[in-house]
């Protein structure tokens, strides 16, 4: 049986919501003319992730009509049963306090009729604001600003753009805490990750590549190696779309480490890093050929290891 998670992604129009979905789930590439119409309402879409589990994403309008529909005429309907709420906020919109406002409505809807909603707040456009000092700075006034107003439930703020790979560290942090058994996968890895005497072992949902899980035995210094590798890959597997080719492995060697990358289970991709040059790529390949079965075992188990 299939296991539906309702995903509500909100904010005002034009606040960049429909282009990061598009990004991270339809296969759009970020552009500088990207222009995608306003949603009208509500965009439902559902989205296979990981064997049984399915993302049912309402892409709600923030238009004020609609906006103001959500919160009286459609209230129930909008905000029961819900697992996330992901609230976006344009760092360039002129209207704060508006923003905050809806954002306290949203919030009292999401306590009253799903409680146990995990909730997450998404400071956007951050490529807007030239320097690192000024983005640092905003965005600490903005997540204090908003644990205040969430307090006393947990609520986790990130600063994302398109232009870079902050928009994959952050979808890949909330469908992180919806993947069933996501302990126990992370607990195997790092058996494999010993096992293949690997630097690191990665893993990557098949379709848009966000980072499920990983196992690490070597620290790097670099905390969004991931994120920069999910946007580089799939950038490359839909430039192989473009030419009919289907992208499967792939395997990048030099004087410092070897990177294989393979299709691991039915929804998943893995990649393993080592450093040490007496690892041969094809043992590391007979490791990953053996786990297969196992972990498809583990990621289309029902039971959920995460609340």
């Known amino acids: 049986s299939k296991t539906m998670k309702k995903v509500l992604l909100m904010g005002k129009s034009g606040s960049g919501k429909t282009s990061m979905r598009s990004i991270i789930f339809a296969n759009f590439l970020a552009k500088p003319q ?26 709600c ?5 609609f906006m103001e529909a959500f919160f009286n005429s459609e209230r129930a309907n909008t905000f ?11 760092v360039d919109s002129h209207e704060h306090k508006k923003d905050i406002d809806q954002f306290k409505s949203c919030l009292a809807s999401i306590n009253e009729l799903s409680p146990e909603a995990r909730v997450f707040c998404l400071i956007h456009k951050m490529d807007l604001i030239k320097t690192e000092e000024g983005r640092e700075k905003l965005f600490e006034e903005r997540r204090e600003e908003l644990s205040r107003i ?26 992180y805490q919806l993947v069933p058994n996501v302990d126990l996968v992370k607990e195997k890895l790092e058996k494999l990750c ?17 980072v499920i899980s990983h196992a690490t035995n070597r620290e790097h210094h670099d905390v969004h190696r991931f994120e920069k590798i999910s946007n580089i890959i799939k950038h490359y597997k839909l ?22 990358m393979d299709l ?8 393993v890093i080592m450093s040490n040059p007496r690892i041969q790529c094809a043992a590391v390949q007979q490791n990953i050929q053996f786990a297969r079965s196992f972990f498809e075992q583990i990621i289309r188990m029902n039971k959920t290891s995460r609340r």
């Open 34 to 59: 990207m222009r995608l119409g306003p949603t009208l309402h509500v965009d439902h879409d559902n989205v296979k992730f990981l064997g049984n589990l399915v993302l049912n994403l309402w892409d």
């Open 61 to 65: 309008g923030g238009q004020d009509a």
């Open 80 to 90: 029961s049963g819900v697992h996330v709420l992901i609230y976006v906020f344009d």
């Open 150 to 175: 969430a307090a006393p439930r947990n609520l986790q703020v990130f600063r994302t753009s398109i232009w870079d790979e902050t928009l994959y560290k952050a979808w890949s942090e909330i469908v």
């Open 194 to 210: 010993k096992l293949c005497g690997a630097d690191e072992v990665v893993l990557f949902e098949k379709a848009t590549f966000l």
């Open 239 to 260: 430039t192989c779309g473009k030419t009919q080719a289907r992208f499967k492995s792939m395997e990048v060697k030099n004087s410092a480490f070897t990177a294989v």
């Open 264 to 271: 691991f289970t039915s929804n998943t991709y893995i990649m």
